[in-house]
């Protein structure tokens, strides 16, 4: 047998050469795409460079100058390329997923976190996938009403933070039996000051309005009463210095036993990372992301939990109270993924 390496344009052009050197009993080992140098270090255009074996090519030696040694190494040679074909495969098979998690948008760090060594997403591929987001995600850290009273609600504005504490109060009370009082701080908005009452008229629940820390305190001796205090308020923006430097002195001396940070899965990673850093004040906040409903791909959720190291605690879906939240969960995340969202 004859070994022989071929350099050309294209695979058409070595295929070309191949034949007219080694006859059309060739059979190729190996292929790959290589670069040449060119001048001061420059690479020129791409080639391919096929390395071909046929048994009857005439040998430049004669035969009884072959060694034993020339066999082997020939051996040798021809097992090489095949393992590195065979690992060729199923790197760029390894690398596929984790492109295509990167492409969905997540993390290039959490992709191969998640991705390396999945070969497809069939269903053992699924189901690795789906254990490794549980674990990333961690188990869901449900409201723990037995040992937290005071539990704020803060985010930025338009992530639906008040239907949130809506959905929340009516599970306290309607699964839970809790006794409950809302509070809210958001005076900057009249609508959501208006949309607090509305929810705590039809639970039968009391809402106060508090203008600053100093109104919050007096009313400690109410909160005794009841069982959970649930404290909205004012969106900020992440970019408003004046209003992020109120919330801090409010979550400074407000003094509450949880606090949840609140974010919408429609809002773009990039964003996100910016928000959680200016977040970052809040302390051991614990994660909400609302509004599951108004997007297909959930790579922000998986990236949020990243960039903040925080638990997450629950999901939104919808504007139905009190249906619309869940415990998050990894299953729309997995879901979505395999769909190509």
Known sequence: MKVKKYIANDYQEALR????????????????????????????????EVV????????????ESITKNDINELKNLIKTIAVNKNEAVTETKEKTLVSRLMDYGI???????????????????????????EAFMGPPQKLNTEKSKKILFIGPTGVGKTTTIAKIASNLILNEGKNIMLVTADIFRIAAVDQLKTYGEILGVPVKVVNNIFELHKLQ????????VLIDTAGRSH???????????????????ETYLCLSATTKSDDLKEIIQRYEFAGDYKLIFTKLDETDNYS?????????ERPISYFTNGQIVPDDIFLAESEPIVTSIAKGN
């Open 300 to 308: 922000s959720i998986l990236n949020a939990i990243y960039y903040s």
């Open 17 to 48: 050469m191949i034949k007219a050197e080694m006859g059309s009993n060739a059979v190729i080992l190996h292929q790959n795409k290589i670069k040449e140098r060119g001048i001061i270090g420059l690479f020129k255009k791409s080639k391919v």
């Open 107 to 133: 993390e290039r760090e959490v992709s191969h976190l998640l991705g390396e060594g999945i070969n497809e997403l069939d269903n053992k591929g699924i189901k690795i996938l789906k254990e490794r987001i």
């Open 239 to 257: 970019k408003d210095e004046k209003r992020i430097n109120e919330l801090k002195t409010f979550i400074k001396y407000a003094n509450c036993d």
């Open 52 to 63: 071909a074996a046929v048994e009857d090519y005439p040998p430049v030696i004669p035969k």
């Open 221 to 228: 001796p109410e909160f005794e009463k009841y069982d959970v």
